[in-house]
């Protein structure tokens, strides 16, 4: 691959070998490449994830449902290594079809739920436990509207920025240029409407802040990508205020923590069947430091 001009041919074909952190996690079908099992802890709720952003979202909400003592909310965390592949188990394919972390089986019901997609886990579980979803008609559809426009938006920072920025084999100045400019705008849209309210969907802490802080307030306080002075993100004060706020919280941080294979070794807890284990969490199978963000 290089900067040359690039002329698309009339047929795409895959280029397996086509470089760059991830690339082995990516093809163009769908569907289980070997047969692997997913193993079923003793709690109602099994998750399968990893402390990518996407995953960070539902061990922070498990985890602040825990911390209102709703003691159903329990749960045992599995660690799937998207750069093993094990996404593309027949277990877990049949949780998530699209074979993306995170999913979750909700084996409290008959027969089991599965619920993939982390917006959908998100509010799968506002909705199971009465919690974190208003139920007033306005502070509820500002809500959703937030937690939508997060997963409308996210991919331009990660699959976009992310990738061009720190993962892509080669640094092309079009790509970069483009996704950080759509990436300072989602910043300024968030710091306006923080500016106006406490939270994203007005006086209370909701889904949408979990949502929205894995990817922007991570982003906002240096975690993404080693890019936090490229964007400047320190400019943004709202954004600044609400990152911080929400990273103080007891439960962020265990959540944070939850099938984390990166960064320093007291950050990680591999696999999470008791809250017992952020006291006993062994380190095996550690990784090297970075961000896992697709």
């Known amino acids: 691959m290089s900067n040359d001009t690039y002329t ?105 739920q599965r619920v993939f997609e982390s917006g959908a886990i998100l509010l799968y579980l506002a909705e199971k436990f009465g919690a974190f979803l208003p139920t007033a008609h306005e502070p509820r559809t500002e809500c959703l509207s937030w937690l939508f426009w997060q997963m409308g938006s996210a991919p331009y920072l990660g699959g976009g920025f992310g990738h061009f920025y720190a993962y892509a084999p080669e640094k092309w100045e079009y790509p970069i240029n483009r996704y950080a400019m759509e990436v300072k705008r989602q910043l300024d849209v968030l710091d306006r409407r923080l500016g106006e309210t406490p939270y994203l969907a007005g006086a209370d802490y909701t889904i949408a802040d979990i949502a929205n802080w894995a990817w922007y307030g991570q982003l906002a306080l240096g975690r993404q990508y080693g890019a936090g002075e490229f964007l400047e993100v320190t400019s943004y004060e709202n954004v600044q205020r609400w990152a911080q706020e929400l990273d ?10 939850v099938n984390r294979t990166f960064g320093e070794p007291e950050t990680q807890l591999h696999e999470r069947h008791d809250a017992s284990d952020f006291e006993t969490r062994t380190q095996d199978k550690l990784a090297p430091e970075g961000d896992a963000a697709e």
């Open 8 to 112: 698309p041919p009339k047929v795409w074909t895959w280029d397996k070998e086509n470089g760059g952190q991830f690339a082995k996690t990516n093809r163009p079908v769908a569907g289980p490449t070997h047969d692997k099992e997913l193993p079923v802890g003793r709690h109602p709720l099994q998750l399968y994830s990893l402390a990518t952003p996407n995953g960070v979202k539902v061990t922070m909400m498990l985890e602040e449902l825990l911390a209102l003592g709703i003691a159903g909310a329990e749960y045992d965390a599995w660690l799937i290594n998207i750069g093993e592949g094990e996404q593309f188990g027949s277990g877990f394919v049949a949780v998530n079809p699209n074979s993306k972390i995170p999913a979750l089986m909700d084996h409290s019901v008959t027969p089991p």
């Open 248 to 257: 103080a919280r007891p439960a962020v941080r265990r959540g944070r923590m």
